[in-house]
């Protein structure tokens, strides 16, 4: 880096040194739109009704109220900052906003809109690609998450976060109640390893693929079962705040494929949800696969293309790979249900 940063630095004097200017733009631009957005989450039912239902996405999902002001908040403030074009989640097509522009942004606007009414952490994600040259065509957006030039989320929880890489660690800005900006409050986060956590939605375990069980039976037997140690669970049902508190303590995320109709590619989309926060989480030091594959390096297919996703401590991570590996062919329960893949 070109200077040590500082605790307190305001966001846009920490961009001006240690990113591209055009790519600063880009982050800038997301940051405004956040601060904004989070004023009004602040505001919660003072504001309306964010958690009323306004009809389906385009994958046939309720949207709430919040979802599309949020989409319409980012799309809005990413107009002037240099990029070509946007794909959301909350749309069905790219939305073009600069035929000069250098950068593509995929975004979800509100992850975790479900948690709207409870008042649980929800948050945004985002991924910046270059803009090949020519003319614009959706399919340009469809290049591996090994090729995003930055990538980030924003937390909306007992403080707002904006966390974020350019390719050179991953650091964090806070939103100061008091300046209303965005001050730097961490640098270089780095995924510990040895936490006792995991993160998964055990509701589904009976659709689980083999493997997944077994990994997560073997974690529940505790310090009687093959890992000799006793874990505990955690479930946002926001996996920006998940992925949040996995940065900052340690621990391992799955959300697997499984059995269930329309599950069998798992459901987080690669684009604009798995490929942001697997760079993120590698730029920490921890991994992210989709059982068998590095997910940076799987080429989307489609726009909003779903994945598993595995992420976490490199050290867990790895070790979920090889229940794949060695067992990702085999049945299910009742199977594993006394013997994990790993006991020996």
């Known amino acids: 880096m070109?200077?040590?940063?500082?605790i307190g630095t305001h966001l846009d004097a920490f961009l001006?040194?240690?990113?591209a200017r055009g790519l600063a733009s880009v982050l800038r631009a997301t940051a405004e739109s956040a601060r904004l957005l989070a004023h009004l989450i602040r505001r919660g039912g003072l504001a309306g009704s964010h958690h009323a239902p306004v009809g389906p996405a385009h994958d046939g999902v309720a949207q709430k109220a919040l979802d599309v002001i949020?989409?319409?908040?980012?799309?809005?403030?990413?107009?002037?900052?240099?990029?070509?074009?946007?794909?959301?989640?909350?749309?069905?097509?790219?939305?073009?906003?600069?035929?000069d522009g250098t950068f593509l942004v995929a975004i979800d606007p509100l992850d975790g809109s479900n948690n709207i009414e409870a008042n649980t952490s929800i948050g945004t994600l985002v991924c910046v690609l270059d803009a090949p040259a020519g003319e614009f065509k959706p399919a340009c957006f469809l290049q591996p998450g090994v090729s995003q030039r930055a990538a980030g989320f924003v937390l909306y929880g007992p403080?707002?976060?904006?966390?974020?890489?350019?390719?050179?660690?991953v650091h964090m800005a806070t939103l100061d109640p008091d300046s209303d900006a965005f001050r730097m409050s961490g640098f270089d986060l780095g995924v510990l390893s040895g936490t006792n956590e995991f993160a998964i939605n055990a509701s589904n375990s009976r659709y689980w693929p083999a493997p997944v069980r077994a990994y997560i039976e073997d974690c529940l037997e505790g310090d009687e079962g093959p890992r000799g140690r006793n874990f505990n669970m955690r479930w946002v049902g926001?996996?920006?705040?998940?992925?949040?508190?996995?940065?900052?303590?340690?621990?391992?995320y799955l959300y697997p494929e499984d059995s269930r109709e329309g599950y069998g590619q798992g459901r987080l989309r690669l684009l604009y949800e798995a490929n942001p926060i697997a760079l993120l989480i590698e730029q920490a030091g921890g991994a992210a696969i989709d059982g068998f594959h590095r997910v940076l390096d799987v080429k989307p297919t489609s726009l909003h293309v779903r994945t598993p996703l595995i992420f976490g401590s490199k050290d867990k991570v790895e070790r979920i790979a090889r229940y794949y590996s060695e067992g990702g062919a085999m049945p299910r329960a009742p199977l594993?249900?006394?013997r994990g893949l790993l006991r020996r």
């Not at 403080?159 to 660690?169: A, K, L, P, Y």
């Open 2 to 6: 070109a200077a040590t940063p500082q």
């Open 159 to 169: 403080h707002t976060d904006f966390v974020f890489t350019i390719g050179s660690g």
């Open 16 to 19: 001006a040194i240690h990113a």
């Open 70 to 99: 949020a989409d319409d908040m980012f799309i809005s403030g990413l107009k002037g900052a240099g990029v070509r074009a946007v794909v959301s989640e909350e749309r069905d097509d790219a939305v073009v906003l600069d035929a």
């Open 336 to 338: 594993f249900g006394k």
């Open 238 to 252: 926001s996996v920006v705040a998940d992925v949040y508190r996995i940065l900052i303590r340690g621990g391992v």
